[in-house]
């Protein structure tokens, strides 16, 4: 078992240009989330996954689309950069949402630089 | 919607020392705390966790505190070692589904 598996670790962009964060998990796990982690503010939700088809937003969803179009897999689309967007992005994701089921496993984390 | 604060930012202690980190919450409906650790380099991951109905918790040297009349809870370490030094995050969840909410994290330094 890989567990989370994020890609790139490091990425850095320039302002207006567009990327994917790649997330993906072999657990077989129905939720699936991003958080950004920036200084002092711990962890802020982006956008999260129930199941395969189904997206919602968090906390801070703006400027950042997210699909999940098979169980593994749950990219994370920055469509125009910005420096405001300069953070470490975790993807996490828990076998359900049901109590005892909510542990979330985390990826190592992709340090995005936008200049 | 929650805001969860922590407290302290930064901790050093002695090895051999207990450590505490406090968090309070503002959503008397949030009923699930879990607090995660984070190495250097790496993710968060799960350390322990209480939920609504439970006063404490514990697993060998760490223990979760919650009094939900004042919504706060701890994370006690006692006899602390190298090994614990990380950042700790608190995080709170109200109603239903996964969407924590998380402390701003303690930087823990544990001195050999």
């Known amino acids: 078992n890989a567990g989370v598996t994020q890609t790139p670790k490091f990425q850095v962009l320039k302002t207006g240009q567009s990327m994917t964060l790649q997330c993906a998990q072999d657990m077989n796990h129905e939720y699936m989330s991003w958080y950004r982690q920036d200084p002092g503010m711990g962890l802020r939700l982006i956008h999260y996954s129930v199941g395969a088809g189904i997206t919602d937003q968090g906390e801070v969803p703006n400027g950042y689309n997210v699909s999940r179009s098979t169980t593994e897999d749950f990219p994370l689309r920055l469509l125009s950069a910005a420096p405001s967007q300069t953070s470490v992005y975790f993807c996490a994701s828990s076998p359900g949402v049901v109590p005892g089921n909510e542990k979330l496993f985390f990826g190592s984390g992709t340090q995005l630089s936008v200049l | 919607g929650e805001n969860v604060e922590q407290h302290p930012s930064t901790l050093s202690v002695q090895e051999g020392d207990s450590a505490v980190i406090k968090c309070t919450y503002s959503?008397?409906?949030?009923?699930?705390f879990p607090w995660y650790k984070q190495e250097l380099g790496k993710g968060p991951q799960l350390i322990i966790d209480i939920r609504s109905n439970v006063g404490e918790k514990k697993d060998q040297r760490i223990a979760v505190t919650l009094n939900k009349t004042a919504k706060h809870f701890s994370l006690h370490i006692t006899e602390t070692q190298p090994e614990d030094s990380a950042v700790y995050f608190c995080a709170a969840r109200s109603g239903y589904g996964n969407k924590l909410v998380f402390g701003a994290g303690t930087i823990l330094r544990v001195k050999s």
């Open positions: 959503d008397s409906a949030s009923n699930y």
